[in-house]
């Protein structure tokens, strides 16, 4: 069956191009797909404190008591896990966010490897509430003595806004590399929290 | 005085010499010697506990990459030279799907970056995650190359079309397993395996596209075939990489948390004996349809 120089039908011709129509559907499609899947989210409640948000649906979620009210990590993020936490530090009445950001400063730069505090703004949350963040550094060292592994660095933000008789701190913690890649996943939570 | 008889040769019967290389003798040639080193190397490498300097180790899987395309020059190819009538573009199409994987399929790929996001997914969602990325762009490649090539001018019998289709695949699967050998530090054993699970998935599933090419050469052919066949083959192009990932990690138990590569060599070998054997028997039944019909006709 030779088909050099003959004309191609309407149907062969239809075919042809339906493959193409197809092939470029389903691979723009693919991209909405990924999007759909990165994106994607379930939702957490804590009636308790008083907080709903919504968080990756791929990553883990840990309650953590008095500890944090919520802890998400992203399990596929390795050496070290991105991480979303939030929690709820009791304050007297003339508090004000920079005093908790002095607290926790205090607190990690004795607990954290060569921490470092990188600078501190102002900021206002998607929901309207003001606060101020701070964005700080420091090396993690994995516990375990066995996996010899070299200190990683890790950039992280924290955000706190004030409720009444409460701090909310919120943090991100992610390997410094990754930081702003990953870092759709905190605004997208930020996004759907509520207090 | 003693006579001689006197006898007569019988006629012989002039068979008829085959004009062609037969494909699938040559491609399941090439897919045992394969599986073979493969598994050779694998098991080799396990039982002398062999430790290579790791740019050896590169080297070596380097040259790996290469061994479907030489394994394809020596069998099928020099096969194909000593037929009557050899196929003539097949050196052409071969470039031409190591061009379209290098050029298209590897940076698409990396956009998609399916392994980040689909590997905590569901089971149905890899399937439909890899079916829509990285499966259709690979069998959508190949179906380019063969239809912007020589689809018009090289596919006489369904057997050329089969030909071609897997002289694109080794192409196509040469180029995958070069970026996959520059991009990945692994233990030669473990490279050689998996660079010959991707070349045996391509060539197994690249038949498909052959197949229905053929059928577009018919003016009445029905519309969807075209389509249908990508996207079976886009949809096994899936089911091998998520199947495989499951068979790899089965043999974890309480004692051990490691996985068995050798174990996905399983799904490679599924592909290559089902698919072979499905599209061989549909290309013969299908050719002595043909025939009938023709013989009805006269």
Same mark, same amino acid.
């Given at each position: 069956?030779?088909?050099?120089?003959?004309?191609?039908?309407?149907?062969?011709?239809l075919?042809?191009y339906?493959?193409?129509?197809?092939? %470029?559907a389903?691979?723009?499609? $693919?991209f909405?797909?990924r999007?759909s899947?990165?994106?994607?989210?379930?939702?957490?409640v804590?009636?308790?404190?008083?907080?709903s948000?919504?968080?990756?649906?791929?990553?883990?979620?840990?309650?953590?008591?008095?500890?944090?009210?919520?802890?998400?990590?992203?399990?596929?993020?390795?050496?070290?896990?991105?991480?979303?936490?939030?929690? @709820? =530090?009791?304050?007297?009445?003339?508090?004000?966010?920079?005093?908790?950001?002095?607290?926790?400063?205090?607190?990690?730069?004795?607990?954290?490897?060569?921490?470092?505090? @990188?600078s501190?703004?102002?900021?206002?949350?998607?929901?309207?509430?003001?606060? &101020? &963040?701070?964005?700080?550094?420091?090396?993690?060292?994995?516990?375990?003595?066995?996996?010899?592994?070299?200190? =990683?660095?890790v950039?992280?933000l924290?955000?706190?806004?004030?409720?009444?008789? &409460?701090?909310?701190?919120?943090?991100?913690?992610?390997?410094?590399?990754?930081?702003e890649?990953?870092?759709?996943?905190?605004?997208?939570?930020?996004?759907?929290?509520?207090? | 005085?003693?006579?001689?008889?006197?006898?007569? /040769?019988?006629?012989?019967?002039e068979?008829?010499?085959y004009?062609?290389?037969?494909?699938?003798?040559?491609?399941?040639?090439?897919?045992?010697? *394969?599986?073979?080193?493969?598994?050779?190397?694998?098991?080799?490498?396990?039982l002398?506990?062999l430790?290579l300097p790791?740019?050896?180790?590169?080297?070596?899987? #380097?040259?790996?990459?290469?061994?479907? @395309?030489?394994?394809? %020059?020596?069998?099928?190819?020099t096969?194909?030279?000593?037929?009557l &009538?050899?196929?003539?573009?097949?050196?052409?199409?071969?470039?031409?799907?190591?061009?379209?994987?290098?050029?298209?399929?590897?940076?698409?790929?990396?956009?998609?970056?399916?392994?980040?996001? *689909?590997? /905590?997914?569901?089971? @149905?969602?890899?399937i439909?995650?890899?079916?829509?990325?990285?499966?259709?762009?690979?069998?959508?490649?190949?179906?380019?190359?063969?239809?912007y090539?020589?689809?018009? /001018?090289?596919?006489?019998?369904?057997?050329?079309?089969?030909?071609?289709?897997?002289?694109?695949?080794v $192409?196509?699967?040469?180029?995958?397993n070069?970026?996959f050998?520059?991009?990945n530090?692994?233990?030669?054993?473990?490279?050689?395996?998996?660079?010959?699970? =991707?070349?045996?998935?391509?060539i197994?599933?690249?038949?498909?596209?052959?197949f229905?090419?053929?059928?577009l050469?018919?003016?009445?052919v029905?519309?969807?075939t075209?389509? %249908?066949?990508?996207?079976?083959?886009?949809?096994?192009?899936?089911?091998?990489?998520?199947?495989?990932? $499951?068979?790899i990690v089965? $043999?974890?138990?309480?004692?051990? /948390?490691?996985?068995?590569?050798?174990?996905?060599?399983?799904?490679a070998?599924? %592909?290559v004996?089902?698919?072979?054997?499905?599209?061989? #028997?549909l290309?013969?039944?299908?050719?002595?349809?043909?025939?009938?019909?023709?013989?009805?006709?006269?």
């Amino acid at each position: 069956m030779r088909l050099d120089d003959a004309p191609l039908s309407l149907r062969q011709r239809l075919a042809n191009y339906l493959v193409i129509i197809a092939a %470029l559907a389903a691979i723009t499609y $693919g991209f909405v797909y990924r999007e759909s899947i990165i994106s994607a989210t379930f939702p957490f409640v804590n009636r308790e404190a008083g907080i709903s948000a919504r968080y990756p649906a791929r990553w883990l979620l840990d309650e953590g008591g008095s500890r944090f009210v919520l802890r998400a990590q992203d399990p596929a993020a390795l050496p070290f896990k991105t991480t979303i936490r939030l929690q @709820l =530090i009791p304050i007297g009445s003339g508090a004000r966010p920079a005093d908790i950001l002095d607290l926790l400063d205090i607190d990690r730069a004795a607990r954290l490897p060569a921490y470092r505090s @990188l600078s501190r703004t102002p900021t206002v949350l998607p929901g309207g509430q003001r606060g &101020q &963040q701070m964005i700080y550094a420091y090396a993690y060292i994995d516990p375990n003595p066995f996996l010899q592994a070299e200190p =990683i660095t890790v950039r992280a933000l924290d955000l706190v806004v004030l409720r009444t008789g &409460q701090a909310v701190v919120i943090t991100y913690e992610a390997k410094a590399d990754v930081f702003e890649k990953h870092k759709h996943y905190f605004d997208a939570f930020l996004r759907s929290l509520t207090f | 005085m003693t006579s001689r008889p006197y006898l007569l /040769t019988p006629q012989r019967e002039e068979s008829e010499r085959y004009p062609y290389r037969r494909v699938w003798r040559t491609a399941w040639l090439e897919a045992l010697l *394969l599986l073979a080193i493969a598994a050779a190397l694998a098991f080799g490498t396990r039982l002398i506990a062999l430790r290579l300097p790791a740019d050896l180790e590169r080297a070596l899987s #380097f040259a790996y990459a290469l061994l479907p @395309l030489s394994l394809w %020059l020596s069998i099928s190819y020099t096969a194909e030279r000593r037929a009557l &009538q050899p196929r003539r573009n097949l050196l052409a199409v071969l470039a031409l799907g190591g061009l379209a994987a290098s050029g298209v399929a590897v940076p698409l790929t990396s956009i998609f970056a399916a392994e980040e996001w *689909l590997s /905590t997914a569901s089971g @149905l969602n890899r399937i439909i995650g890899y079916t829509l990325t990285v499966g259709m762009v690979h069998a959508f490649l190949k179906y380019a190359v063969l239809r912007y090539s020589v689809w018009r /001018t090289d596919f006489n019998t369904r057997l050329d079309a089969v030909a071609y289709a897997m002289a694109a695949a080794v $192409g196509f699967a040469t180029a995958l397993n070069i970026h996959f050998a520059l991009t990945n530090t692994l233990s030669l054993a473990s490279a050689a395996l998996r660079m010959t699970e =991707i070349a045996l998935a391509q060539i197994a599933i690249s038949p498909i596209i052959g197949f229905v090419l053929y059928e577009l050469r018919k003016p009445t052919v029905f519309v969807l075939t075209p389509l %249908l066949g990508v996207l079976i083959a886009a949809l096994f192009n899936a089911l091998s990489i998520v199947i495989r990932a $499951g068979l790899i990690v089965s $043999g974890i138990s309480r004692t051990s /948390t490691a996985n068995n590569a050798i174990y996905g060599l399983g799904m490679a070998v599924f %592909l290559v004996v089902v698919l072979f054997s499905a599209l061989s #028997f549909l290309v013969r039944a299908a050719d002595e349809r043909e025939a009938l019909r023709a013989g009805e006709v006269r």
